[in-house]
């Protein structure tokens, strides 16, 4: 059984900092490459940041660019998302997800076959 935990949202003033973590149960982490998706109150889900299987190769979302950080530490079976500077438009559910086994990032969402339950950030201005 797959499980994938996040932790980390929470409610922050604009220009503030949060590091979301995404624990793996079920699967040999190392193998999988990872994402981070969003959703925001009526949008639709949209990428985010990717990472490998080896933390060698990230991808992000031109919105977060500069601002976020994906890594991984395979011996933790945990994914982080460092998000600094933050906006008010960051607000929404953030969702971590299992890729398939590729050593390189994945940015589509179909591509993805098991996802956490997702943890609320909210930026206030």
């Known amino acids: 059984q797959v499980q994938l935990v996040e932790s980390g949202g929470g409610l922050v003033q604009a220009g503030g900092s949060l590091r979301l973590s995404c624990v793996v149960s079920?699967?040999?982490?190392?193998?999988?490459?990872m994402g981070w998706f969003r959703q925001a109150p009526g949008k639709e889900r949209e990428f985010v940041a990717a990472i490998s299987r080896s933390g060698g190769s990230t991808y992000y979302a031109d919105s977060v660019k500069g601002r976020f950080t994906i890594s991984r530490d395979n011996a933790k079976n945990t994914v982080y998302l460092q998000m600094n500077s933050l906006k008010p438009e960051d607000t929404a559910v953030y969702y971590c997800?299992?890729?398939?086994?590729?050593?390189?990032?994945?940015?589509?969402?179909?591509?993805?076959?098991?996802w956490g339950q997702g943890t609320r950030v909210t930026v206030s201005s």
């Open positions: 997800a299992l890729g398939p086994a590729h050593d390189i990032p994945v940015v589509h969402g179909h591509e993805y076959r098991y």
């Open positions: 079920g699967r040999t982490f190392s193998v999988y490459a």
